[in-house]
């Protein structure tokens, strides 16, 4: 069965100190993984698709990597205003949708 | 460009009670999907359509209906409604299989009593 995992559930974060978010993934064969990040009442925003193991996308002080297991989104210095809950998803080869993991809730503190 | 447009934003419910949540796109994707999200539990895939007069049931599709029959138009009808329906529900589209990522709308909070 095709599965997301993100870690960590939450994350508090002093302004400017820098961290990663994680994104395991099991799936048989990978199409595609996203990022995207949700605001309070708001539906989800899309940043970035990840094709293969090696590739890195960036976005301000976003950068989303992949490995053959796992996909890392990177904050550098992060600011109040990236205070979010990002979502993992992907896509199988066998699949017409994509499944999304449960989200890292993250909060930057001023 | 409107993107993808969900009515109402918010509706309180009674039990046995049935609803349409509507859901129009502009951007001629030809890929639509309705998802709901409960609080830690991520977004469920309901029901989806790859185009008009074609849909597909998701991961938790029981209780719920669609239909497509334009390119721009994917509604959900719920029927006899229970308070396990109660939760966000989400419409998205995607120009094919979504590598360029779906766009969502902003919601509808559903609320069953």
């Known amino acids: 069965e095709d599965q997301v995992t993100q870690s960590p559930e939450a994350l508090r974060l002093q302004e400017g100190e820098s961290s990663s978010l994680n994104c395991s993934y099991t799936v048989s064969g990978l199409r595609g993984l996203f990022w995207y990040r949700q605001d309070p009442g708001k539906g989800p925003e899309f940043l970035f698709t990840l094709y293969s193991a090696g590739e890195e996308k960036e976005k301000e002080r976003l950068k989303a990597t992949l490995t053959k297991k796992e996909s890392f989104l990177h904050i550098t210095a992060p600011k109040p205003e990236d205070s979010a809950t990002y979502l993992c998803?992907?896509?199988?080869?066998?699949?017409?949708?994509?499944?999304f993991g449960k989200g890292t809730r993250l909060h930057i503190l001023p | 460009n409107a993107g993808v447009t969900q009515t109402p934003k918010f509706r309180i419910l009674k039990i046995g009670q049935s609803m349409t949540l509507q859901c129009t796109q502009d951007m001629n994707h030809n890929y639509m999907y309705w998802y709901r999200q409960d609080p830690g539990m991520g977004l469920k895939l309901i029901y989806y359509?790859?185009?008009?007069?074609?849909?597909d049931k998701g991961e938790v599709p029981n209780g719920y209906n669609v239909s497509r029959s334009t390119t721009e138009d994917f509604p959900l009808r719920l029927e006899l409604a229970a308070p396990s329906q109660t939760s966000v529900y989400f419409c998205?589209?995607?120009?094919?299989?979504?590598?360029?990522?779906?766009?969502f709308g902003s919601g509808t909070r559903l609320t069953v009593v």
């Open positions: 998205a589209s995607s120009h094919g299989t979504g590598a360029y990522g779906y766009t």
């Open positions: 998803a992907v896509h199988a080869n066998r699949d017409d949708k994509i499944i």
């Open positions: 359509s790859v185009g008009a007069g074609i849909t």
